[in-house]
């Protein structure tokens, strides 16, 4: 029975491509689903009738989207309008005879998935102190056209011909140079030295020291040419009381706060991938010096951003104890918004940019990234999937792109190429640097037979290569034929026919039998854990006579392997107290070392923390139910006291000690040397029986 409150309108833009409405019509789930070839024009009424009735209505058309807000505006519509895109998604297409089962995929993902829940904000707030920085001349003459509508500050950095201070003291200008620039957007804080011998937020521009100074090595911009001078000292003396020049200052540093910074340096204070709001660095150009302004008067204001990732410090592996474990996601965050704190680390929200490629190496979940949450990803991956195939699709290939430079080029490939694939269904998000290893085989272990990552809006695709070259590798030991994830490294619009070869040159793959069930969940480790048995019970090595491998080994920086002890290893159990995943126990009842493969995140901190340097390891992945299980590492016996039997701990820790303290003074005869392989009541009777040193009971006076 079809709900006449909820209205799909289909437009299929002046008869542009196809749409099989009595089909489309079938497969949407109770929704009045209509046609119409000019929504945007000529049957406009129909969609305002909607709106004035109180409708769920669902637009699929976002091209005129901001025509179709502007009537739900206009008539108070009790409910905004859901808008698709199934004319560059689907119908713009060389296959597009055989898109239906993907548009219906589309609607379903459109007009079927609850609201997402809102993740919190950040919020940010940014007054109008602008500081300036470099060259004297670019840096004032900035200063005096944005002094009007700015709080400027000026820190000249160089010379660079005959500049004059302004007339007028209207503002704040400094001279030296920049050591480090701190802080975001409306908290900027930067520190410098102050170099010349004029100090100019004491200097009133009297010109004295300009007409004292017999070389003229003192120019209208009231600094000291130190190639010029000749130490006469002359401007000090005309100076007098204002004390503004002093050629042997001792306290030289100085730090202001500002909202805003203009960089214009040829060298700029900030080298990031990506540079923090309020920060503009356009270099020496002119024009770009122009743009970058007007970007920073966009900045004023009082602002809210989402926090993109949340952090978990129980699961974080950085380091224990001052010894260094993971630092991935240290090393990848291009806005430098993640430092070390401790044995945990910090983000910063107000930095943070919400590319998510710390999420995506983070071995143990401990980051994960919310906007949007990767539960919320997985469902609507699950509902294009299942409403695909239900439509009679196969061999369907996901693929993951950015919102808006993603969008963008699949826009462009519409328009001038072939269009998408019929059997290639887009799922958008906000950054592709966030789809992990779990999101990809999960995606595969719910029955895509492909998944693709677009790069594009991308700062850097490493990290995505490496995360698909794992999944291919277990993939690959599974059984699964073909290519199933590939990573299209094409970086905007104007790359339009790298993704169209990168699609339509790409031979299905193998994917599951049985498509999984479950959700995906929160924490990346158990999202991980049900994708890989759901892969492992659907692989085809399964049915062939070899069966499935034991194990696959994976490339270093992979979340999965084993830890292997040496010989020299002790049984100090330091590993143990190091782990943060407890991969790593001490056994109660023996001096044994077990080691349960499933949680071991490949960190290394149980390395850096042994003092015998005889743990390494090596990433791989057991299929069976091995990894779940305690084995045992490292095992030995009880070393027991010479002299009375009683025990006294592993044996290799006990011959360690020996060997360390073997010809040490204070056991250097055979005898003081045995004492060490006695227990503590043992070692005082004997020292007290052999002893020959002079007892206190034996002194005199």
Not at 11 to 18: A, E, L, T, V, Y
Not at 340 to 347: L, M, R
Not at 472 to 483: D, H, Q, S, V, W
Not at 608 to 615: I, T, V
């Amino acid at each position: 029975m079809r709900n006449s409150s909820k209205q799909i309108r289909l437009c299929d833009c002046n008869r542009s491509f196809d749409l099989d409405a009595e089909r489309l019509s079938g497969l949407s789930s109770g929704a009045g689903v209509s046609v119409h070839h000019e929504l945007c024009r000529r049957e406009l009424p129909v969609l305002e009738a909607d709106l004035a009735a109180g409708c769920d209505v669902a637009v699929s058309c976002t091209q005129e989207s901001a025509l179709f807000s502007e009537l739900a505006d206009a008539i108070d519509a009790a409910r905004p309008i859901r808008f698709f895109n199934v004319r560059e998604n689907a119908g713009w297409s060389d296959e597009r005879a055989a898109v239906t089962p993907k548009m219906a995929a589309l609607i379903a993902a459109a007009t079927t998935l609850p609201e997402v829940e809102p993740v919190t904000g950040v919020q940010m707030q940014a007054g109008r102190a602008l500081l300036i920085v470099g060259e004297a001349g670019a840096a004032l003459g900035w200063a005096e056209r944005l002094s009007g509508s700015f709080e400027v500050s000026v820190l000249m950095t160089e010379r660079a011909g005959e500049v004059e201070l302004p007339v007028e003291n209207a503002y704040p200008v400094w001279s030296g140079s920049p050591l480090a620039l701190k802080g975001h957007l409306g908290a900027f804080e930067l520190s410098w030295t102050q170099q010349n011998p004029i100090d100019l937020d004491l200097c009133v521009r009297c010109n004295a020291c300009i007409k004292a100074c017999p070389e003229g090595a003192i120019g209208f911009d009231f600094q000291v040419d130190a190639d010029k001078c000749k130490s006469h000292r002359a401007c000090v003396t005309a100076c007098g009381a204002i004390g503004a020049i002093d050629f042997s200052r001792k306290d030289v540093a100085r730090s202001e706060r500002f909202d805003l910074v203009l960089d214009l340096q040829a060298e700029p204070l900030l080298k990031r991938v990506e540079l923090p709001d309020g920060y503009a660095a356009p270099g020496r150009d002119p024009f770009d010096q122009a743009l970058a302004v007007q970007s920073l008067g966009e900045c004023v204001g009082e602002f809210e951003k989402p926090r993109y990732v949340a952090f978990e410090s129980g699961l974080c592996a950085h380091s224990r104890s001052r010894k260094s474990g993971c630092n991935n996601c240290i090393e990848v965050c291009s806005t430098e918004a993640i430092r070390s704190n401790g044995d945990v680390i910090a983000v910063d929200p107000y930095l943070c940019k919400g590319c998510g490629t710390c999420s995506t190496v983070c071995p143990s979940g401990a980051l994960t990234f919310h906007y949007p949450r990767v539960p919320d990803v997985g469902l609507q991956v699950k509902t294009v999937l299942t409403e695909y195939a239900r439509a009679g699709g196969s061999d369907a290939c996901v693929l993951f792109h950015a919102a808006e430079a993603g969008g963008k080029l699949i826009e462009r490939l519409a328009r001038r190429g072939r269009g998408l694939p019929a059997r290639v269904i887009p799922v958008e998000i906000w950054s592709a640097d966030a789809v992990g290893l779990d999101l990809m085989l999960g995606t595969l272990a719910m029955g895509a037979c492909q998944v693709a990552v677009l790069t594009a809006g991308s700062h850097d695709p490493a990290p995505l290569q490496a995360q698909a070259g794992h999944a291919a590798a277990i993939l690959g030991a599974l059984g699964y034929a073909g290519e199933p994830v590939r990573i299209v490294d094409a970086a905007d619009a104007d790359d339009w026919q790298k993704l169209e070869r990168a699609l339509w040159d790409w031979t299905p793959a193998t994917a599951v039998g049985r498509p999984a069930s479950f959700r995906l969940l929160p924490k990346k480790r158990e999202t991980l854990e049900l994708a890989l048995r759901h892969l492992v019970a659907e692989a085809p090595a399964a049915r062939t006579e070899a069966g499935v491998p034991a194990l696959v080994a994976l490339k270093a920086g992979a979340p999965f392997g084993q830890v292997m002890a040496s010989d020299a290893c002790t049984l100090c159990m330091a590993c143990t107290g190091a782990c943060p995943a407890g991969a790593l126990r001490a056994s109660n009842d023996s001096y044994r070392l077990d080691f349960i493969e499933r949680n071991c995140l490949q960190c290394g901190l149980c390395v850096n923390a042994c003092p015998e340097s005889a743990l390494s390891l090596e990433p791989r992945l057991l299929f069976g139910d091995e990894a779940r299980r305690a084995r045992k590492l490292r095992e030995a016996d009880t070393f027991h006291c010479v002299s009375c039997g009683k025990a006294m701990g592993a044996s290799p820790m006990i011959e360690a000690m020996i060997s360390r303290l073997t010809g040490h003074s204070m056991f250097a005869s055979a005898t003081e040397l045995s004492r060490l392989r006695m227990c503590g009541d043992c070692r005082v009777i004997d020292l007290m029986k052999n002893e020959k040193s002079t007892k206190a009971w034996d002194m005199t006076e």
